[in-house]
């Protein structure tokens, strides 16, 4: 089989794939339309988020049999076409969730707990002990919106730290050991802290807006290492300077480019959450470890080999 790789990855998936006699070549600098002009040439395409493959693409790729995104969201593949081409979708979720996972509990810590807020000050001389008094997470109910690979494996910590965790999923039965399963009006009623866990559809786009938010009976904090566009920034915005939401812990932002390499926007809903104490912001990495580089390469191996080695 031969296989095109548009994205920079973990060598692992070139090593291993050249072993098991794929036939591969790397381009990861032509446009969209030279990739359109020879993708009837492969097999299989392995992919992060450089390139959107549309219908116009998937059209084009005559001799397609997989697509293998490295990494959880597939948003950027046009999912109803390849799947009625009978192109096989190949994804790894695995492979970072763990990473994500610690991610989220790193925000909430660091954000509840005013640290890096009083790490600062105090390298600048100050020294305010009851300003930054924290808020613990012992305690507090958890409110998880998907419970997929991030959503599992983020109740698995919390559950650690004491935390009552709730979820709400489109998949019935999934309650566990770590997270029970509720309705969504249930988990308004009683989470503490949000924390979002799902993929970017024309249902989740915009999920959390201000009617959203006015159904939440507490204030709370929230934690979006999800898509940027699951949430309206002005209504967040607004909620944090209300004070319904009491913080905000944000690693992907609406105003990302679709590959996620840099922000694309400016305005002012987005110099507040950059100036707020309020709100803790990281750049599309939550999934950016070290070791999920390779899980999620070796994921995509694994799984590749498994239906096409």
Known sequence: MKILLLDKNHPL????????????????????????????????????????????????????????????GMENIDIPVAEKLGIQLINSPEGNRDSVAEHVVGMLLVLMNRLF??????KNGIWKREENRGDELLGKTVGLIGYGNMGKATAKRLSGFGCKVLFHDILPGLSDEFATQVTLDELKQSAEVLSLHIPLTSETHYLIDEIFISEMKNNFYFVNTARGKNVETKSLVEALKSGKVKGACLDVLEYEKSSFEHLETENEDLKYLLESEKAMVTPHIAGWTHQSKEKLAQFIVDKIVASHG
Do not use: H, M, W
Not at 21 to 33: C, K, M, R, W
Not at 117 to 122: C, F, G, L, N, R
């Open 117 to 122: 807020i009083a790490s600062q000050e105090v």
């Open 13 to 72: 998936i070139t090593e291993q794939l050249l072993a098991k006699n794929f036939i591969l070549e790397e381009d990861f600098t032509s446009s969209y339309d030279e990739v359109c002009d020879k993708i009837n040439n492969y097999d299989g395409i392995i992919i992060r988020s450089r390139i959107p493959l549309d219908k116009n693409f998937l059209e084009q790729a005559q001799n397609l049999k997989f697509i293998a995104r490295v990494g959880a």
